[in-house]
């Protein structure tokens, strides 16, 4: 990926070859090891292994009517999931809809208020002389972004508690593969490094990583490093002998402590402990292929490598060898990821590259079930998760030839026809409000902005020399009601679009659950939900200023509903077997909602709850059971409150649009009333998280008087919002 596109994200085989496949699984099978006996699951003690799934950008909805969905198209997962379980097809991200937002809301069961990645896969902070950073939101667990500032950050402005903590705390080992932040992202040899926290300097990994740092970029010696160190980690339990030779896992800022506990740190130190060899001989994908970085070196092959037959491949092996819960990320399959010296290249839906692929994530999932259960790991005995952390909008410029195509029997052919709208704003701008470049941009400029680059871009305005700029200085207030009418020319059709949706600043920001008050640095002064076509940024410069960007093609980050309604499901002990349900849920329900089945508590109240409509009565507490209808009625209000994609959010943000876009005498008049109104959602929403985290995990019953007071206020609420919106 490009630098601007990173900070936004991330063959057929014949029956033949995937009989063979399954033999060898077998035989893997054969020599699994069993975790340790500490490690015990469930309410009943009944659960071994627990493994959760996230993938980047895969549907359930088709994108293209005659083409069959990314899941139906991966049928050995699809009939897993509803033959065993039940995949609900209601689920909704966070905001922004990112990548690492998506990933570490599901990790941590919070909003990203509370995490610290409002915006992501990057975000900006804005000095307070008015220049401006650009961090990844990719960073470990522990990395600071500046000083004692931490990246993952909580309203008091420390780090979050960590999302294996309570696994290790009950014995149990932890696998990593490439999920966000729980492994190693960076191969730093600096003081705040990942390599020079983690393994020390002196060290020889260290020695290792200065070398290959050092080394030319493109070359196999300056992504040793990375193969070797970033991608995979293992968190182990206190006393796990898997960690004995490992380092420590520190985390200065848990809740209650955490010493005396070991990880081991990238594929160097897991490979061999996986394949029995030295860690020159690489693990095999469950297509029989080794895992090798893009210049066939051993070990991690790149976030974008993380395939299907890839990431199975490690959680089969973890499991196998005694590490009984399991974290993963899954890379999308509507890009080719290519390799070294390969262009990213974006297809259509149905396009033939793209049903190569979703093949062979189909024949990984049907060698990974048959693996699993030779080592006798499977719905029985296990939890299964699997979700996903945004959905995508897909821009093309018509209709695939021939019409009636499927992908699967008839491919279907985009040329000249697939590839987001990019834009650059500082170009828009300057054509179409001059007076407002003139304030804004160039070397003499008196104040400054910048995107961050998305089809709903954060923008941040500074006084040069002076800092940030609130949404509501009067700078700021005409920029707002300005960039309101922003308009581009389509490539595709030569229209005029109208490039603004939705906008929002603080208020409608802290709405929605996009403002930390842990690191004010990196707040927005406001946000832009933009037309999904477009492609915003002002990186690099010379980014045409309307054009046909074909290595991307599938924007998120934004609103419309094919982003950010999503899907999850879930499989095991205690899941009923619904086949496909549809309750109201977001990201942050599925930590709870393990954690529930699972016996385990974390040591924060989650911003989620317990989809009791999911689970048998034996999954959950009797707190629960006792007023279920009552706790199902709570839960479904509070989702609407407090989700960002629940009514009220959406209210305010139709709101604060009409704020922004109007006069000052509007724009106070509502941004005062978002203010407050938000301000009584916070405090019942407050009531309604404790009460329900109350019940799933402390055993504390409802009161039925209370809990109905409270639905009838939280609906009190969302008639206001919608009143307001409706103004």
């Not at 895992?291 to 196998?320: H, K, N, R, T, W």
């Not at 005409?478 to 581009?488: P, Y």
């Amino acid at each position: 990926m490009h630098v601007a596109q990173l900070l936004r994200t991330r063959s057929y085989r014949s029956s033949g070859l995937l009989t063979a496949l399954a033999l060898s699984c077998l035989v893997a099978g054969a020599n699994a090891r069993v975790a340790s006996a500490e490690c015990k699951l469930g309410r009943s003690r009944s659960i071994q292994h627990v493994i959760q799934i996230q993938f980047d950008n895969t549907h359930f909805r088709r994108d293209w009517a005659t083409v069959p969905s990314d899941l139906e198209q991966m049928p050995h997962l699809l009939s897993f999931i509803q033959n065993h379980g039940t995949l609900n097809a209601n689920d909704h991200t966070i905001l922004i809809s990112h990548t690492a937002g998506g990933i570490l809301s599901t990790l941590t069961g919070v909003y990203p208020d509370r995490h610290g990645q409002t915006v992501s896969n990057g975000y900006v902070r804005t000095s307070a002389t008015g220049s401006f950073s650009f961090p990844s939101a990719f960073g470990y667990w522990t990395d600071p972004v500046s000083g004692a500032v931490p990246n993952m950050i909580t309203p008091a402005g420390i780090v979050p508690p960590a999302p294996w903590v309570p696994f290790t705390r009950a014995g149990c080992d932890v696998g990593a593969v490439a999920a966000a932040n729980i492994v190693l992202e960076n191969t730093g040899t600096g003081p705040t490094g990942d390599v020079t926290k983690v393994f020390g300097n002196p060290s020889p990994q260290y020695t290792e990583a200065l070398a290959s740092n050092m080394a030319a970029s493109g070359t196999a010696a300056r992504a040793k490093a990375q193969t070797d160190f970033v991608g995979f980690a293992v968190h182990c339990a206190q006393g796990s002998a898997l960690c004995a030779g490992g380092q420590a896992d520190v985390l200065p800022d848990e809740p209650g402590g955490y010493t005396g506990y070991k990880g081991l740190f990238g594929a160097q130190a897991i490979d061999p402990i996986l394949t029995g060899q030295p860690a020159s001989v690489p693990l095999t994908d469950l297509l029989g292929k080794p895992i090798v970085d893009p210049f066939g070196q051993p070990g991690f092959p790149g976030f974008d490598g993380m395939e299907a037959a890839v990431s199975l491949a490690y959680i089969a092996s973890l499991q196998e060898h005694g590490v009984p819960v399991t974290f993963a990320y899954i890379s999308d399959a509507h890009d080719f990821h290519g390799v070294a010296g390969n262009a990213h290249q974006a297809y259509g839906p149905g396009s033939a590259g793209y049903v190569q692929q979703l093949k062979a994530y189909d024949d990984a999932f049907a060698a990974f079930f048959l693996r699993l259960e030779a080592d006798g790991i499977n719905h029985t005995n296990t939890l299964f998760i699997f979700t996903v952390d945004e959905g995508d909008h897909f821009v093309g410029g018509g209709n695939p030839q021939p019409a009636n195509c499927d992908g699967v029997t008839t491919p279907c052919d985009w040329t000249g026809q697939v590839g987001e709208i990019t834009a650059n704003i500082d170009t828009l701008v300057s054509h179409q409000f001059p007076s407002l470049a003139a304030l804004f941009l160039g070397n003499g400029a008196p104040n400054a902005f910048t995107v961050h680059g998305d089809d709903a871009p954060t923008f941040y305005l500074a006084a040069v020399g002076g800092g940030h700029l609130p949404g509501s200085d009067p700078l700021a207030r005409q920029f707002e009601q300005t960039i309101a009418n922003l308009t581009a020319v389509n490539p595709y059709n030569g229209a005029t679009d109208h490039v603004m949706v939705q906008m929002a600043d603080e208020p409608g920001m802290r709405a929605l659950h996009m403002w930390t008050n842990g690191d004010p640095a990196r707040n927005a002064t406001f946000v832009f939900f933009g037309n999904p076509n477009y492609f915003l940024t002002d990186f690099p410069s010379s980014t045409c200023e309307t054009c046909i960007g074909p290595a991307f093609a599938w924007n998120h980050g934004d609103i419309q509903p094919e982003i950010a309604r999503t899907w999850f499901g879930v499989v095991g002990p205690g899941v009923k077997v619904l086949g496909t349900s549809h309750v109201w849920t977001d990201h942050t329900d599925v930590r709870p909602t393990a954690l529930e089945v699972l016996g385990l508590a974390d040591s924060y109240p989650s911003d989620g709850r317990v989809v009791t409509q999911l689970l048998h009565a034996n999954a959950f507490s009797s707190a629960l059971f006792a007023n279920l209808t009552t706790a199902e009625q709570l839960g479904a209000i509070y989702k609407q409150l407090n989700a960002p994609f629940g009514a009220f959010g959406m209210s305010v943000l139709q709101a604060s649009t009409h704020a922004l876009a109007g006069g000052d005498a509007k724009y106070g008049s509502i941004e005062g009333q978002i203010v407050g109104l938000t301000l009584e959602r916070d405090t019942l929403a407050f009531q309604i998280r404790a009460a329900l985290n109350a019940a799933a995990f402390s055993g504390t019953a409802l009161d039925a008087q209370q809990a109905a007071a409270w639905i009838a206020a939280g609906q009190a609420l969302l008639n206001q919002a919608a009143a307001l919106a409706a103004q």
